[in-house]
């Protein structure tokens, strides 16, 4: 019973065009989101974290919250293909301490 | 950046025998988190702990212990282990609203 639920599985976008990744929680004790990056191999690495309603912007990556539908998403303008990798949005429940529930993930590919 | 070591890195183990997975972080984070990673799922959480002497059950803890015996250890201990453990499990720490810092990661493989 995935609590996270990211989509899609899978995206391919070419060298230079817009990423598109959506996650949504199904659990109203979520208090905010993370998105990590994972490439092959390797271990996730945080990428941003969002808090409150709205968007929040660093470089090339643009993160949407709406806390009422508990969705967020993850946007990657001027993609390169160094993004390439598995996207992992965290829900972060806070019940006094702090809960990490994951995603499955988007696999992202960018194209030359 | 925060520092979480994993040892063993890779593990080749008998169905039926007992493993540990350990994990140290040199950051004085409060929290520590088991996951494991399987195609398709993302990263399950197995337990996780508040503090020294604390384990809490994640969401796929059948099969699994936890021990946190100081601020800087913890570890995942499968009793008896079973070809459906196979998998890279994955540690992580953080303190508060901080975020997550993971390990290497062990792959482990049960024959």
């Known amino acids: 019973q995935q609590k996270v639920q990211q989509s899609p599985e899978s995206l391919i976008v070419p060298e230079g065009g817009m990423a598109s990744l959506n996650c949504t929680s199904s659990?109203?004790?979520?208090?905010y989101f993370w998105w990590y990056r994972q490439h092959s191999g390797k271990s996730p690495k945080m990428l941003m974290?969002?808090?409150?309603?709205g968007e929040k912007e660093e470089g090339r990556f643009t993160v949407h919250l709406n806390k009422a539908s508990l969705h967020t998403s993850l946007h990657i303008r001027d993609s390169q293909p160094s993004d390439s990798a598995l996207y992992l949005c965290?829900?972060?429940?806070?019940?006094?301490?702090?809960?990490?529930?994951f995603g499955a993930g988007t696999r992202l590919k960018v194209i030359a | 950046e925060a520092a979480v070591t994993q040892s063993p890195r890779n593990k080749v183990a008998v169905t039926g025998g007992k493993v540990t997975l350990s994990c140290n972080q040199t950051?004085?984070?409060?929290?520590m988190y088991w996951y494991r990673q399987d195609t398709g799922h993302g990263l399950r959480l197995i337990h996780y702990?508040?503090?020294?002497?604390?384990?809490e059950k994640g969401d796929i803890p059948d099969g699994y212990k936890a021990s946190r015996p100081s601020q800087e250890n913890f570890s995942l201990i499968l009793e008896l282990a079973t070809p459906s453990q196979t998998s890279v499990y994955f540690c992580?720490?953080?303190?508060?609203?901080?975020?997550?810092?993971f390990g290497a990661g062990t792959r482990l493989s049960v024959l």
């Open positions: 992580a720490s953080g303190g508060g609203v901080n975020t997550l810092y």
């Open positions: 659990d109203r004790n979520v208090d």
């Open positions: 974290s969002i808090f409150s309603n």
């Open positions: 965290a829900a972060v429940v806070n019940t006094g301490n702090y809960k990490y529930v």
């Open positions: 950051n004085n984070h409060n929290n």
């Open positions: 702990s508040y503090g020294a002497g604390s384990t």
